[in-house]
């Protein structure tokens, strides 16, 4: 089986509780909250749930998972399997969030600086930039979402130029001309089910 490299998605999202704000607000506000959590001692198994939440809760996975599969490959597939790929694909990713919060020390940045947003496609997309430094490195990431109703949904994150949704995207197209799409499934599942082990 090849091995899959998977991209943390650390420091991430907000949660819906901060919807009805403008997308800068939004990942400051969770940003603050995220911080808050992970500054903890310890977690109980309800912080590990709160951050799990904060970590995901705006990401548009079923948006994530169909962009990461090449287009020949979302061709073809049914609707119920294209579900359970974005499904194990939305596990795959949480677990591996709270598995690299439990098993690494958080230090928290020295700054954080939140870019003014960038509106594409008449207000319907925006990119908003996020520098945070620490020990003198700055790491720049980027959040991708798209408006539905009167929220933000991400489904890209870029850190340092690295898109996360075309890592993913790479790796899958690499598995599948080898393997068909069910194995594919099968693969995130252990993956996902390796990171609460």
Not at 143 to 166: A, C, P, Q
């Amino acid at each position: 089986m090849k091995k899959l490299i998977f991209i943390s998605l650390f420091m991430c999202i907000a949660s819906y509780t901060y919807a009805q704000q403008d997308p800068v607000a939004l990942l400051r506000q969770n940003d603050l909250e995220l911080q808050k959590e992970l500054k903890k001692k310890s977690h109980t198994a309800a912080d590990m749930e709160r951050i799990k939440y904060l970590s995901s809760g705006l990401f548009d996975f079923a948006k994530m998972a169909e962009r990461s599969l090449p287009k020949k490959t979302l061709d073809t597939i049914s609707k119920s399997a294209k579900a359970e790929f974005s499904k194990e694909f939305q596990r795959m990713i949480e677990n591996s969030s709270v598995n690299k919060f439990k098993n690494s020390k958080y230090t928290p940045p020295d700054s954080t600086i939140y870019e003014e947003p960038k509106y594409k496609k008449d207000g319907a997309e925006v990119w908003v930039s996020i520098h945070s430094w620490s020990k003198g490195k700055d790491m720049l990431m980027v959040y991708k979402m798209d408006k539905e109703g009167n929220s933000w949904k991400v489904w890209d994150l870029v850190i340092d130029d690295l898109s996360t949704t075309r890592n993913y995207q790479d790796q899958f197209k690499s598995i599948l001309e080898t393997k068909n799409f069910k194995e594919l499934i099968k693969t995130v599942k252990e993956k996902a089910d390796e990171y609460v082990k």
